[in-house]
């Protein structure tokens, strides 16, 4: 009898054999019932994280919202990881793996590769920093570089940023040198008004005025009445007056829309012109008939 015709015989004898189906099978069901549980230990220990964060944002302590946001995806996200590592070293040890010597293999593997891949390490470090110092949180406004949007995640690698036109970026933590964050502090609306230079401008910054005293009972994210600082320039036709507005925190464009379009009416209702551009037109014959008179008298005068 020849080698694979013994070796055929071996397989047929296990796949008839009750005791490899039944261990089969039984492999079977543990590696479901491992890897539902995992996925109910993950979906409870989320939940309660949940209504940990909620009861601690009720606390008579005042926490960062923007920092309990952060932390609360981070933390769901590391249960994950753990979770689903221990199902699978389960699922391993029932495949008859030997997991001490793959622990222990992942170990020295594990010691190779954070000489190699030191920038991973370095965004790992990094994010654990951005995170700790509360740099930055999920939700925040931020220019990171050349990247300008809202952040829709941090975690202990890369840092997604969502611009407004819906662009996602994935910046490596390790990369992140310099961030301006817009959404901590409040805001600063700067609108520019012209009017024309035959208006007059103390009757100008009166109207104006009175109409921005009003301002803060119109729009709720004025944080205090927006002030007119007077004449920031003087241009070919027209003249520059500057109004500035505190605002909430990421309001001010919307403010300083909202300024221009009530400073153009309360313009409008008093008569204030603002300029505009002119053209005069004149044809060349009316140009001739002012201009002969001006020759005939010339010419009587020599």
């Given at each position: ?10 397989i047929?004898?296990k796949l008839?054999?009750?005791e490899?189906?039944l261990a089969l099978g039984?492999g079977?069901v543990?590696?479901i ?7 109910f230990?993950?979906?409870?220990a ?6 940990f964060f ?8 005042v926490?960062?919202?923007r ?5 609360l995806?981070l933390?769901e ?12 070293m389960n699922?391993?040890?029932i495949?008859t793996?030997?997991?001490k ?11 190779a590769v ?16 951005i ?9 925040d ?7 300008e949007?809202?952040?829709?995640e941090i975690g202990?690698?890369t840092t997604?940023i969502?611009?407004?036109t819906?662009?996602l ?6 990369s992140?040198?310099e961030?301006t964050?817009f959404?901590i502090?409040?805001?600063?609306a ?13 009757e100008?910054e009166k109207v ?7 301002m ?7 944080v205090?009445p ?10 070919a036709s027209?003249v520059?007056?500057?109004?500035i507005?505190?605002?909430t925190p990421m ?5 300083a829309?909202?300024l ?8 409008d ?7 505009f ?5 004149y044809?060349?014959g ?15 005068r020599?």
């Amino acid at each position: 009898m020849s080698t694979i015709e013994r070796m055929v015989e071996k397989i047929w004898a296990k796949l008839i054999n009750e005791e490899t189906w039944l261990a089969l099978g039984e492999g079977t069901v543990k590696i479901i019932l491992t890897l539902i549980v995992a996925a109910f230990v993950i979906k409870i220990a989320k939940a309660a994280v949940r209504n940990f964060f909620h009861l601690r944002s009720k606390a008579p302590l005042v926490f960062s919202e923007r920092r309990e946001n952060t932390l609360l995806k981070l933390t769901e996200n590391v249960i994950s990881y753990v979770v689903y590592f221990i199902a699978l070293m389960n699922v391993l040890a029932i495949l008859t793996f030997d997991i001490k010597g793959l622990i222990a293999g992942a170990g020295v593997v594990g010691l190779a590769v954070g000489f190699g891949a030191q920038n991973l390490v370095r965004d790992i470090i990094t994010g654990f920093f951005i995170i700790f110092e509360d740099q930055f949180s999920v939700g925040d406004f931020v220019r990171i570089g050349n990247f300008e949007g809202t952040v829709e995640e941090i975690g202990l690698r890369t840092t997604k940023i969502k611009e407004w036109t819906g662009q996602l970026h994935i910046l490596p933590n390790g990369s992140i040198n310099e961030v301006t964050n817009f959404s901590i502090h409040n805001s600063v609306a700067v609108v520019d008004v012209s009017i024309a230079y035959e208006e007059n401008i103390d009757e100008a910054e009166k109207v104006i005025n009175n109409l921005l005293e009003t301002m803060p009972d119109k729009y709720e994210e004025i944080v205090a009445p927006p002030k007119l600082l007077g004449v920031q320039n003087l241009v070919a036709s027209d003249v520059i007056l500057r109004i500035i507005a505190e605002t909430t925190p990421m309001n001010h464009w919307f403010i300083a829309r909202m300024l221009r379009k009530e400073v153009k009416l309360c313009l409008d209702e008093n008569g204030i012109e603002i300029p505009f551009p002119r053209l005069v037109m004149y044809s060349r014959g009316e140009q001739e008939e002012a201009v002969a008179p001006k020759k005939y008298e010339r010419a009587k005068r020599s």
